[in-house]
């Protein structure tokens, strides 16, 4: 988390000289005899107590004690499925909120709140890199080619495709990224993290004998989504303990190379050079029907996976999503899934947090029908219902 937090400043910061602008320059430091922070934190405060008076109102617990809490973890899993209807904008006030007036409530639990909270960044809206389009890309006579959308990327990705890009990559091309592209594809397919993800991993193995292979294995990920509400928290852990070798020596290496990548600032060079020799590749290998594979496309993939044995909470999870509908209804559909035998290297949640996926999204049905009754959202309509690439 500290290694993506100083990238990002960096990158900021780099940004802005790069326009000629001095970072932090004529700042203000009081305002009428009070410095900013403590007006603003007092602020803060008068919105964290309405914060819990809400939540309060919602859990039927009643105006009395109205500032106190009996359970601060409750009230932050309540808290965090405000989230998708807020702007990003908006969401920074509310989060600052919550973490004053919980650091005035006595509860041995406010601590661990709070600690919920503040891990509740990322950088995604300022590092995603857009996938470029192939340049040399025709359509089908007759056909034109879509704008700049993902309109032409596949939501899938069939195994027997997939197959043959792999050998393609391993055998045929000569670019310097054939094999890290193959490693991005292996653990992409088997683990469903978005692309940007792959700058904020860690992997802690653990000898366990009474495994299939002897070791347990969790990856831990920074949720690329966190800043706009589509996201589980501020990070979220993979139980890749069923892996092969293989497979998990490729989440390994993809896992040490996003991190040097970030740190060295060319990821988002990196991440595009990868998906234009992924792109070349299917402009190579499918000429007589076009299909564009993105690097996305592996996300959707194991979601369409997943689907044949894991639960919508648990794809959820493992995903990084709140809302359970994201996941069933923007990624790859059931019938698109790998066979059984197909699928070899099978990812796990953790039980604790398909359990907060299933409490946000317990608060979060509750905000859409409160909406629905009182006429400020037509019936049917919610949050987590389009076809984005989430």
């Known amino acids: 988390m500290k290694a993506v937090h100083s990238a990002r400043k960096r990158k900021l910061r780099d940004r802005a000289l790069a326009l000629g602008r001095d970072p932090g320059a004529n700042s203000s430091p009081s305002v ?20 819990i008076a809400r939540y309060r109102r919602h859990a039927g617990l009643g105006r009395s004690g109205a500032l106190t809490l009996e359970d601060p973890i409750d ?11 807020l702007t990003a904008a908006a969401w920074r006030p509310y989060r600052q909120s919550a973490k004053a007036v919980l650091a005035t409530i006595p509860h041995d639990d406010a601590e661990k709140a709070v600690a919920m909270i503040e891990s509740d960044y990322s950088e995604a809206a300022h590092t995603s ?16 080619l879509p704008r700049r959308t993902s309109a032409l990327k596949e939501k899938r990705f069939p195994k027997a495709d997939f197959d043959r890009i792999i050998s393609y990559l391993k055998f045929v091309t000569r670019s310097k990224h054939a094999d890290s592209l ?30 299939p292979y002897g070791r347990e294995v969790y990856l831990y990920v920074v949720n690329a989504k966190s ?13 890749l303990t069923g892996f092969t070798d293989e497979t998990l020596e490729a989440v390994q290496r993809m896992s040490s190379r996003g991190m040097q990548w970030l740190v060295e600032g060319r990821y988002d060079d990196m991440q595009s050079q990868h998906s234009q020799l992924l792109y070349s590749a299917c402009n190579t290998l ?59 290297d099978r990812a796990e949640p953790l039980p604790e947090e ?37």
């Open 227 to 239: 800043t706009n509400g589509r996201a589980n928290g501020a990070h979220r852990t993979i139980d």
């Open 75 to 85: 009230f932050v899993n309540w808290f965090f499925s405000l989230k998708p209807n």
């Open 32 to 51: 009428d005899g009070m410095t900013r922070s403590e007006k603003t934190h007092e602020g803060y405060l008068v919105r964290g107590r309405q914060l």
């Open 286 to 344: 499918f000429k007589q029907k076009p299909k564009v594979y993105a690097l996305y496309s592996l996300r959707h993939q194991f979601v369409a996976n997943a689907k044949n044995f894991h639960e919508p909470a648990a794809i959820s999870a493992m995903c990084g999503h709140i809302v359970t509908d994201t996941a069933m209804v923007s990624y790859g559909k059931k019938r698109s899934g790998w066979g059984p035998d197909e699928v070899v």
């Open 354 to 390: 398909v359990a907060t996926v299933r409490q946000q999204h317990k608060f979060f049905d509750e905000h859409i029908r409160h909406q629905q009754e009182a006429g400020l959202i037509e019936p049917g309509m919610g949050f987590g219902m389009g076809g984005g690439e989430e």
């Open 182 to 211: 193959v490693d991005w594809m292996m653990a992409g397919v088997s683990t469903g993290l978005r692309p940007i993800e792959w700058q904020a991993t860690d992997l802690e193995i653990k000898d366990n004998p009474n495994t």
């Open 129 to 144: 890199a857009r996938e470029p389009e192939p340049e040399d890309f025709k359509p089908k006579p007759g056909r034109k």
